[in-house]
């Protein structure tokens, strides 16, 4: 693929512990593979620091989220969604997330994750930015807060896509874009079966990095140079050249993230 072409990875936990032996090269290597956008999502204030100094490392590359990860809503959820607000009042980001909700390690915080993707939802409305959206066994439970709370200024994407052809449709009907990663490779991952039938305006690429490692990597950590492999995927899906791949879904991130 020619290095001039943009490839934009739309969610990526650049400050992971997992990259603190060679975090520098890792990023390095993404740029010098055409990967040099990267969005990060947060996860809790815990990682708030790390992610502030990455953006002053990397000020051409990265873009800082905010948000309260659903599988961090612990007894302290309001402390935390606290600490969402506060940043968000502070200074500027470019999405709320990632938020959602996950209910494949632990059910007992159901309540508190649906109170903490609701208050963060309107916290977007009210910034006027995109959501970035994570769901593990919720598919009903999110869909039924976005019914509730769907409008013309509430977008953004489904990060990490691995739902049905069905579930594509109504999250793409809420004005979200598909987040694209690793599971589009696996041979289990199903979506790949039915992503031709989507068009190429509504998904953004992702890494998820370091997990969800795309074949021929996968089991290992992932990292951003690795989109690269997804591309490559997309592009046989589509019968498109990887190229066009990366300026159509570079282009879908723009006009998510309004850079």
């Known amino acids: 693929m020619e290095t001039k072409t943009i490839i934009t990875d739309t969610h ?27 969005f990060i999502p947060a996860i809790d204030s815990t990682c708030t620091k790390a992610m502030y ?24 959820y309001l ?13 500027n980001f ?8 996950d209910l494949y390690w632990d059910k007992t915080h159901l309540q508190e994750q649906q109170i903490a993707f609701r208050t963060q939802i309107r916290l977007a409305k009210q910034y006027k930015l995109p959501i970035v959206i994570h769901c593990r066994e919720a598919f009903d439970e999110i869909f039924d807060i976005l019914e509730d709370e769907k409008s013309d200024d509430l977008f953004g994407i489904f990060h990490c896509f691995s739902g049905t ?20 490779t696996f041979k289990n991952g199903k979506i790949d079966q039915f992503l031709h039938l989507i068009d190429l305006k509504d998904i953004v690429l992702e890494t998820d990095s ?8 996968r089991g290992k950590r992932n990292e951003s140079s690795y989109l690269v492999a997804i591309v490559d995927k997309l592009a046989q899906i589509y019968n498109l050249s990887a190229n066009e791949i990366a300026k159509v879904t570079t282009q879908n991130s723009k006009a998510i993230f309004g850079i």
């Open 94 to 101: 470019c999405a709320i997330g990632e938020i959602g909700i």
């Open 165 to 184: 052809y069905e579930q594509a449709l109504r999250a793409i009907s809420y004005n979200m874009k598909l987040g694209i990663g690793g599971v589009v």
């Open 210 to 217: 370091p997990y969800l490692a795309p074949i021929p990597f």
């Open 12 to 38: 990526t936990h650049l400050y992971s512990e997992e990259f603190d032996q060679d975090r520098t090269e890792m990023i390095q290597r993404a740029i010098d593979t055409g990967v040099t956008r990267f």
């Open 53 to 76: 100094e990455l953006e002053k490392n990397y000020p051409e590359n990265v873009f800082l989220m905010m948000g309260l990860h659903p599988t961090y809503v612990k007894e302290n």
């Open 79 to 91: 402390e935390e969604l606290q600490h969402v607000e506060n940043e968000l009042h502070k200074r």
